[in-house]
């Protein structure tokens, strides 16, 4: 494909929905849909890879209503592509750079109607990076939104050396990343996180220490206290109960009660957090995870987020290609 910007079709090829409901119900594929218009701080993006994120389809089925933006509406918030146009107001990208982002700067408040399961999407400059440059678009479109959530929400916690951690659903997206940053990047002294049993040695390659099977042993009965927790399930109840005195609990389920004094945030996204977070990725202490039928052809895109909906999936999902 020409890809220069003089050859910019008007209409693309995207996954819209027009109402709420299950992605295999409500997902349609539009041969016609507009390609959407450039704002002067955004560039229009070649999509060549994109990744599913639970919140797409919480969103598809009507879970965030509150906060939408106006149906028909393409899902997708992470994506990996080249650039084809900047708007006036762009100042460090060009057209050409390789780039990867989440492009929905608040997580839940009224994403881009044009998302990034189309062949083509616009995002602000400020929330991509150039794509670490030892990953494939495959790979780089799986960080943005895991990597976001698990950065900041450390971040929130003061993770910082010498101290221990318990990530609660380790073999998730956010999970994979949580206990890889954890490790690798924050420098815990001891990092532990929970899976199903066939996802254990995943756990331990990704630099934990301990892996506990949900399955077998409830990790508050455990004897050892941590001083963080990151909750990516929903049970803080129970997280709490894990904690050392003075130990934090951080949780990223966006509904439900939250025990005290676990708390709770919802990501925003940055394009200069993910270039902080390129260096780990480059020299491969951190890397992505996707799951072993991680990766979907366009025209499958429903089934990939049935797959998602089972709440089974290691890692990530991509679709590719687009
Ligand atoms: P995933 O769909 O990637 O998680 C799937 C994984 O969950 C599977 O590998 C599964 O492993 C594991 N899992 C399921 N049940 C349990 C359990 N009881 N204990 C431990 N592991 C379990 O989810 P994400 O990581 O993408 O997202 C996690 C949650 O965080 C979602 O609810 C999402 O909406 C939310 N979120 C919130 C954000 C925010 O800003 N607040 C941002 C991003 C996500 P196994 O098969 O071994 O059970």
């Known amino acids: 494909m020409d890809n220069t910007a003089s050859s910019i079709p008007s209409k693309m ?27 002067e701080d955004q560039v229009l993006i070649k999509v060549v890879a994109a990744a599913l994120n639970p919140v797409d389809f919480k969103r598809m089925l009507g879970m965030f209503v509150h906060s939408d933006s106006p149906l028909p509406s393409v899902p997708g918030y992470d994506v990996a592509g080249v650039v084809l146009k900047v708007g006036s107001q762009v100042r460090t ?13 608040k997580g839940l408040d009224r994403p881009k109607r044009s998302g990034t399961l189309a062949e083509y999407t616009v995002a602000e400059e400020n929330l991509l990076a150039l794509k670490p440059k030892n990953l494939g678009f495959i790979e780089a479109a799986a960080i943005p939104l895991a990597i976001g959530t698990a950065y900041e929400g450390l971040q929130k ?36 996180a929970t899976s199903s049993s066939a996802k254990l040695e995943l756990l331990k390659s990704l630099g934990a220490d301990l892996a506990i099977d949900y399955t077998k042993d409830n990790f508050e009965d455990l004897p050892e206290k941590f001083d963080v927790i990151y909750d ?43 270039e902080t977070l390129n260096a780990f990725l480059e ?6 995870v996707i799951d072993p039928r991680g990766t979907f052809a366009f025209s499958q895109t429903p089934q990939a987020f049935s797959y998602l909906e089972t709440g089974r999936v290691t890692g990530k999902l991509v679709i590719h290609p687009i």
């Open 13 to 39: 090829k995207a996954w819209v929905y027009s109402e709420h409901g299950k992605p295999v119900d409500v997902l349609k594929l539009d041969s016609n849909y507009d390609v959407p218009q450039l704002k």
């Open 93 to 105: 990208l060009k057209e050409g750079d390789e780039v990867y982002g989440n492009i929905n700067e």
């Open 157 to 192: 916690t003061a993770l910082s050396p010498g101290k221990s951690i318990l990530v609660l659903r380790g073999a998730g997206g956010v999970g994979t990343m949580v206990i890889q940053l954890a490790k690798h990047v924050f420098g815990a002294s001891k990092v532990a």
């Open 232 to 274: 990516a399930i929903g049970q803080s109840e129970r997280a709490v109960k894990a904690i050392k005195e003075g130990g934090k609990v951080v949780t990223i389920e966006p509904v439900g009660e939250l025990a005290e004094p676990a708390f709770r945030f919802i990501l925003t996204s940055s394009g200069a957090m993910l």
């Open 283 to 288: 020299n491969g202490k951190v890397k992505p």
